[in-house]
């Protein structure tokens, strides 16, 4: 087994809980820089737009960190993306809804509802993708 396999099967012995607090946060901090960059140039009265750049372009990214990096599955490829884009849909809603009832009724400042928001969002999005989009089947001994 060359050295890359060895590191790989260690990672993948990591609880998947540990796995997905610093995976899930690289794939966090990456959707909110470009959530950042959107706002930037957009203009931050167009937050929810930017919301949806963000879940758009961090999807694809995010599939593959969630599918080799956390839960270390193999094949089911397409299934697998599906699953994870109702995962999305969900963790999108949820966001869309945080995020605007932080910035009418809170915290009234987009950069740090945001974040809250991903955050809070990223524990749902956990569930769903443990016991739903990359759940696997156990095998009886």
Known sequence: MDMLALMYNKWC???????????????AAISYIIFAIALFL????????????????SSVFSYFNQKFFVFCTK??????????????????????????LLVRFAIKNVYISQFISIFLVSVVTYVLFKYFAF???????
């Open 135 to 141: 759940k696997t089947k156990k095998s009886s001994n």
């Open 13 to 27: 012995k990591i609880p998947d809980k540990i796995r997905f607090l610093f995976i899930g946060g690289v794939n």
């Open 75 to 100: 094949g089911n490829y397409l299934k697998e993306y599906l699953k994870c884009c109702s995962t999305w849909a969900v963790s999108y809603f949820l966001n869309v809804i945080i995020l605007e």
């Open 42 to 57: 957009i203009g931050d009265k167009h937050y929810q737009v930017c919301v949806i750049l963000q879940w758009t372009l």
